[in-house]
């Protein structure tokens, strides 16, 4: 199975910073990289499709980026809605998704 | 509008059984494949099972493999996940998500809003 190494676990920011958060695929995986986003007793809400599309009705401020094996995804700039955990989730082999462990961005 | 509303779960002691429902409307549910993703309390997500459009193929991820059963019946628009043989690490809560798939992109693009498996005597 493909595994997916998602940095950092966790990090402190302040509202107006940048944020980028990582995925590394155990192997090539194209672009068949999204990226979620889930706050606490919610459902994943899908940001960016095809590490690079962005979801509609999903600010501007977040974009994807990477290919083969890694990827990243950016917040411009944080608001405070933006408070929530991410996860990348690898769609390339059939049937056989995974997801990375999560990114917890918190107020510093 | 896209809803899928789950339903079915609860506590069960451990070597129990429970089945987990998955209510879809507002798309052609025949047309997609549908899939079972859990979140153990304070815990990432994690994948566990597939079933194909028309239900003839099924996938499991090795945790679930040979205690859970993916079926879907299209003409209630409904799927399902029957779980045996259940664990204290089976304790989650499970959502159903529809996937899109189209040439080069394949997501989870809605999902259910999860239903609470308690495994404990």
Redesign the interface.
Known sequence: DIQMTQSPSSLSASVGDRVTITCRASQTISNYLNWYQQKPGKAPKLLIYAASSLQSGVPSRFSGSGSGTDFALTISSLQPEDFATYFCLQSYTTATWTFGQGTKVETK | EVQLVESGGGLVQPGGSLGLSCAASGFTFSNY?M?W?RQAPGK????IS?VSSNGG?T?YANSVKGRFTISRDNAKNTLYLQMGSLRAEDMAVY?CAR?E?SG??????Y????SLVTVSS
Do not use: I, N
Request: proline content about 0%.
């Open positions: 494949a899939h993703v990432g997500l994690e994948y597939a193929s996938y959502y996937a798939c080069t992109r394949c997501y989870f693009d999902w259910g809003q999860g």
